[in-house]
């Protein structure tokens, strides 16, 4: 077994939360190895088996540490953390019984969820802002308030609603998920896309079942724009979708190597409305839909609060890994 390593106060580290199939976090690992900064990749599927956590809270005061078997890092001796994407922890005892199991898997996750609440230090970003800022009707109202324009949206059950909603748009909407678009079939990851919303769909939509979707007027673009937003800096990437017919409504869809990318510049008022956006959200980073319509009009789609990025450092040349690492370096400064 190797040796504990034991962290002095001279060497606060790095936490990166994730899991062990994130080829993204790799990035940063490769960055942080390049500038000796010390680090701790955490994969929470490998809590509480390999990886331990004991805390310890009085009435002042919060004591606790990591430890597995190459270091013991007490959580003062935290810099900063990356919540990137965290996995689920695993129970493979096969004593239990499905039932227990599943308990023991629940209980192991609410008790990360409490060191995430206890940990005191700087986050990009704090996992329950994160989850707030994943609600898109929140999105869409903050944005809105900030000065982006947004498509005339509406979410409803009602199909009398949804029908009035399509004449009002001429008959040219598309359909969303409220939140998520992914879920599992069988096992195997599935992506409900954004769609166009035919006169067949709401010539039957009295029959269809009454899910709580986002519909919004369709906007004819000339390309869609991703922008990621470190800290106080934006970085736009022109996404241009309308090259090929299976990406034209949703640019995720289809073979996306095919589509070209482009550094853009964005108007000033512009990239400030994406980074006031992140900081009203109390992000530290996020990855925002924009389109820039054939009126040369940006409007914004919705904000990723922990979106993937490092396709686009391949595409386009952006620094985007040295500036995240700069962020968790930086911290508060």
Not at 231 to 237: F, H, K, L, S, V
Request: some cysteine; glycine content about 4%; proline content about 5%.
């Amino acid at each position: 077994m190797k040796e504990t390593i034991i962290i002095s106060t001279s060497s606060k580290r790095v936490v990166i939360l994730t899991n062990r199939e994130d080829l993204t976090a790799d990035y940063v690992v490769v960055e942080l190895t390049k500038r000796n900064v010390p680090f701790f990749r955490f994969n929470t599927e490998d809590f509480p088996r390999d990886v331990s956590i004991s805390f310890n809270l009085g009435k002042s005061r919060i004591e606790g540490q990591f430890k597995s078997s190459e270091l013991t890092l007490p959580f003062n001796e935290i810099k900063s953390v990356w919540y990137r994407r965290p996995g689920m922890p695993l129970f493979n005892h096969e004593v239990l019984n499905p039932g227990l199991k599943e308990y023991c898997i629940k209980e192991s996750y609410y008790s990360l969820e409490g060191v995430w609440a206890t940990i005191d230090c700087f986050w990009v970003s704090d996992p329950f802002m994160i989850r707030k800022a994943e609600n898109k009707p929140l999105q869409l109202n903050v944005a809105s308030n900030i000065g982006f324009q947004i498509p005339q949206t509406l979410i409803s059950t009602v199909p009398a609603d949804i029908k009035r909603f399509y004449e009002e748009s001429d008959q040219n909407i598309v359909i969303k998920p409220v939140r998520s678009g992914g879920f599992k079939n069988k096992d195997e990851e599935k992506i409900i896309f954004t769609n166009s919303v035919t006169a067949q769909d709401i010539a039957a939509i009295d029959s269809t079942v009454s899910l709580p979707s986002i519909y919004q007027a369709k906007i004819l673009k000339k390309y869609d724009i991703r922008v990621t937003v470190i800290g106080n800096n934006a970085y736009a990437t022109e996404i241009h979708s309308q090259d090929y017919s299976d990406s034209v409504v949703d640019w995720r869809r289809g073979e996306n190597p095919k589509l070209p990318h482009k550094k853009h510049k964005l108007p000033a008022d512009i990239e400030g409305m994406c980074v006031a956006l992140t900081k009203k959200l109390d992000l530290q980073f996020s990855a925002i839909d924009l389109v820039l319509s054939h009126d040369d009009i940006y409007y914004f789609l919705e904000i990723n609060p922990n979106g993937q990025w490092a396709w686009i450092e391949e595409r386009t040349g952006y620094k985007l890994t040295a500036a995240l690492v700069d962020l968790l370096l930086c911290g508060r400064c």
